[in-house]
């Protein structure tokens, strides 16, 4: 055995990087020994997968044992890095598509039947945020029916394959629903966004009572201020983003990483007994309950 105490200063200190790098050694060859979040032999369609909040759970949805199909609109190089670090397109497809009608949501259902041969779990995150703030009389008619289109009819339309799909299959399913904590509370100039995240809760609670007796489990996540692309806008304006974390108990943003978990755990037996829940993760900006 060797003793640290008998050696020089300079040998003692070679001494305990060598044993410090021998015990997490050890430790990384461990086998698991916690509480597993499983998705082994499920096949999964995540919309907006191709970075955020999105990407995080394409992540851990394969590193959990799933097989996902996700749909990108513009950002192909990042979606083909993500099908790469997830292990190819034996794990892991990307499809371009832009969601703002509800048949553009079926088409990703009926592509990840062909690549997977089933639906076991769908994933509604993709969404966007006009950053310009827009008083009510002054948002165009454009703005109104772009941002419902693309955050609540083409989420209908995954809904309705989705579950049509699984209702086929007989096994079950689950499906999440990305909402907001602006679907909550209301946002102030942004009422296309709040209007549409809003419906998007009142949706999971009708369809999780709708469809328990299919053991469809239907969910949502309402995450508050995010670290993602869509965010960024906001958060980099120094005037805007010390207004933002003034709001927040935490003091900070969300990590893509901290909503993904909880998307995961939804769809894993652990949330067996959990559904037309809405889950709030957003430093405790907004309390509900």
């Given amino acids: 055995m060797l003793r640290v105490g008998s050696l020089s200063r300079e040998n003692r200190a070679k001494a305990i990087r060598l044993r ?10 461990m086998p698991e020994t916690g509480v597993v979040l499983s998705l082994k032999g499920r096949v999964a369609v995540v919309t907006g997968g191709s970075r955020g909040i999105g990407a995080a759970v394409v992540r851990m949805f394969v590193a959990a044992g799933a097989h996902v199909l996700f749909n990108y609109n513009k950002a192909r190089a990042d979606a083909d890095r993500l099908v790469l670090e ?19 949501s079926g088409a990703l259902v009926a592509a990840a039947v062909k690549h997977f041969g089933k639906v076991d779990i769908v994933v509604g995150n993709h969404g966007v945020w006009p950053p ?32 049509a799909q699984m209702k086929k299959q007989a ?14 509370r209301g946002e102030a100039f942004h009422c296309d966004y709040a209007a549409s995240k809003g419906a998007i809760i009142s949706m999971v609670k ?23 692309d869509m965010a960024a806008p906001a958060l980099q304006d120094a005037e805007i983003s010390k207004r933002v974390y003034g709001t927040i108990p935490l003091g900070r943003a969300g990590k893509p990483e901290e909503i993904a978990a909880m998307v995961l755990f939804l769809c894993t037996a652990h949330a067996g007994f959990i559904t037309g829940e809405i889950v709030n993760i957003n430093g405790g900006a907004v309390l509900t309950g």
């Fill in 86 to 104: 997830c292990g190819g397109e034996k794990r892991c497809v990307a499809v371009q598509a832009e969601l703002s009608s509800s048949e553009a």
């Fill in 20 to 29: 410090t790098w021998f015990v997490f050694r050890i430790v990384d060859r």
């Fill in 171 to 184: 096994s079950g399913g689950h499906v999440v629903l990305i909402s907001s904590t602006a679907g909550q």
């Fill in 206 to 228: 009708g369809l999780s009572t709708e469809l328990a007796r299919d053991r469809i489990y239907v969910n949502c996540v309402a995450p508050g201020w995010v670290e993602t």
């Fill in 132 to 163: 310009q703030d827009a008083p009510v009389d002054r948002m165009s008619d454009d703005q109104w029916r772009s941002t419902l289109a693309i955050n609540l009819d083409s989420v209908f339309g995954l809904v309705k394959h989705g579950v």
